[in-house]
């Protein structure tokens, strides 16, 4: 009996094949770049192959939808819209022989990721040594300074494929951006580490959410340290701007007032906004046409986006090199950013208490692939990178004097403001979805939405974050496109996030051509804000979108409404 079902089953997979084959054949006929998505499709349904491994057979699929690429598939990609960059290595990764990550033994020295303005005169100078190593060797050593570049560039283009499909494979504005940076960092410091014998070295952070670290620490004004694509206005003694708007921003505000807002920017991105880890990490991307997303966590939002914007040349169209995805990895000031990104992360993990190793299979099995300090080419996976002491490093303790700036609501009470905006004659308040083809945001808009809860007791609160999503944001992709949220305000004029209304901000940086016409939504955690504005027991809040550049002209928005995420 048992083996009558399975020749019937059979059958049927058969015919189905059979089937499906036609179509399939027909479409690459009109068309052979298309074929794939068809192909997508078929094995989704059938569930039964999942992918290539490096040997080139295929593996059964009993429902893993992770993330990994097609080592053959690398081609030309953009680095921004009008400019086509071909970051690809010499050689096909698909010649090379893999091997699986192993741990570092751990017997061996752990690293100390120290802040960059702490570091001393001997660690800059067996850092020099090796960059300047790094830097002489030729490109097709993956060790190389330029191959380490370009790296980011692959994984932030689209220049790989998934297998089996034309979707590209780019780790931002995902869930997989601080997973794959730690990766990357992992294996650049013990690169730079061996071509010097140390294997002690560990690459600084730069301590940008501290006010002594603000700026930018002065030894990277010096070869092989320094990179001509910056602005110049923002050398040290320069106070970084983590909400940075290159249109708009007062450059010539004092220090001390620009390191409060950056604290208090800090907390909101950090802490207020962030409780639950899709509003930090991304939104889940998975390996299917349903699993697409797009959709930044708050930190990369900024001060991720705004501090690479902050530190490009403002001579270059895209601020290259920190300012543009593609080339950012060639300033050396990259790794110290990241790796200050990378130390928050495990912050934000102690501060919310969140255990990512039972985290989803999906993100956890997702696999990268990486040269080691031996030039051996490594499959690693998100499941890997969860500890850094399993990786042999760790960050030194410093302080985190954001963590004590939650904004005061210094706004009017919730039932105040939202007579004053009754009465004000000025203001247009629309329904929380939109016409068709999306709102405008060439100015500010006031939308209405509704809470389906509201009075929530405190232990309801902690279980389910109440988030605020502004969805189908489709943004002109050649255009850096900044837009501030708040809630409940009053005034316009007055508003920047030292204030509590302040809900978020979303920053769009020019990069690429890979789903082009993929809209993107913003999430931002918002049940500390409400009780702090005293708006948790109304049944409907007032959200408006403030446009910090031009180019919201051509940026629209689907609707906004409130759900709530466990």
């Known amino acids: 009996m048992e083996a009558a079902k399975k020749w019937g089953f059979a059958a049927i997979t058969l015919v189905f094949i059979m089937f499906a ?36 057979s295929y593996k059964i699929d009993r429902g893993d939808l992770s993330v990994t690429l097609n080592l053959s598939s690398c081609h030309s990609s953009y680095g921004r819209p009008d400019l086509l960059v071909y970051c690809c290595p010499p050689k096909s990764l698909a010649e090379e022989p893999v091997i699986d990550f192993q741990f570092p033994d751990p017997s061996t020295p752990l690293r100390i990721r120290r802040p960059a303005h702490r570091v001393g005169r001997d660690f800059i100078a067996k850092y020099k040594k090796a960059l300047l190593i790094m830097k002489s060797l030729p490109y097709n050593d993956p060790r190389s300074f330029r ?78 340290f320094f990179d001509d694509q910056r602005d ?19 450059e010539n505000m004092e220090n001390k007032e620009r390191m409060h807002l950056n604290l208090v920017f800090m907390y909101n991105q950090m802490v207020s906004a962030a409780k639950k880890p899709e509003l930090f ?25 705004t501090m690479h914007t902050w530190v490009g040349s403002n001579f270059n169209v895209r601020r290259e090199d920190m300012g543009a995805f593609y080339s950012a990895a060639r300033d050396p000031s990259f790794y110290a950013h990241h790796s200050n990104l990378d130390r928050l992360w495990e912050v934000w993990t102690q501060i919310h208490k969140v255990d990512l190793q039972t985290f989803d299979s999906d993100w956890l099995n997702s696999s990268f692939y990486f040269h080691d300090e031996n030039s051996q080419l490594v499959r690693i996976k998100v499941r890997d990178v969860l500890d850094t002491t399993k990786l042999r490093y760790v960050y030194e303790e410093v302080d985190l004097p954001w963590l004590n700036t939650r904004p005061k609501p210094n706004s009017i009470p919730s039932k105040i403001a939202n007579h004053a905006l009754k009465i004000r004659e000025n ?56 837009f501030d949220v708040y809630i409940n305000v009053v005034n316009e004029s007055k508003m920047g996030p030292s204030f509590r209304e302040f809900a978020g901000t979303f920053v769009h940086i020019p990069h690429g051509k890979m789903d082009g016409d993929q809209k993107t939504n913003l999430k931002f955690g918002i049940s500390e804000l409400l009780e702090d504005l005293e708006a948790d027991r109304d049944e409907s809040i007032l959200v408006t979108l403030l446009p910090r550049t031009k180019s919201c002209t051509n940026t629209t928005i689907d609707g906004i409404r409130i759900e709530y995420m466990r």
């Not at 590209?168 to 071509?195: A, N």
């Not at 003694?237 to 983590?242: C, F, N």
């Open 281 to 305: 990490m991304g939104c889940p991307y998975k390996n299917s046409e349903e699993g697409v997303c797009d959709g930044l966590g708050t930190l990369e939002n900024a001060p991720h986006n």
């Open 147 to 224: 191959r380490q570049a370009d790296m980011h560039c692959l994984f932030c283009t689209g220049a790989y494929d998934q297998p089996h499909s034309h979707r590209p494979v780019d780790i931002h504005q995902k869930w997989f951006f601080f997973p794959w940076h730690r990766m990357l960092l992992h294996f650049h410091e013990r690169i730079v580490g061996s071509l010097i014998g140390d294997d002690t070295f560990a690459l600084p952070f730069w301590n940008w959410d501290s006010p002594d670290g603000m700026a930018m620490p002065e030894w990277y004004m010096h070869s092989p």
């Open 21 to 56: 084959a036609l179509p399939l054949t027909l479409l690459v006929l009109r068309d052979p770049t298309d074929s794939w998505k068809l192909t997508d499709t078929i094995l989704s349904l059938l569930r039964i192959i999942e992918s290539k491994d490096s040997s080139g």
């Open 427 to 482: 203001i247009t308040i629309l329904s929380a979805e939109m016409r068709p083809g999306g709102q405008n945001l060439n100015s500010s808009i006031t939308v209405r939405v509704s809470r389906s809860k509201f009075n929530r007791r405190k232990v309801e609160k902690d279980v389910e974050e109440e988030v605020l999503v502004v969805h189908g944001i489709a943004v002109r992709i050649d255009e850096y496109v900044k």
């Open 232 to 250: 110049v206005s923002h050398f040290p003694p320069k106070v970084s701007d983590l909400n940075y708007n290159y249109e708009k921003t007062d």
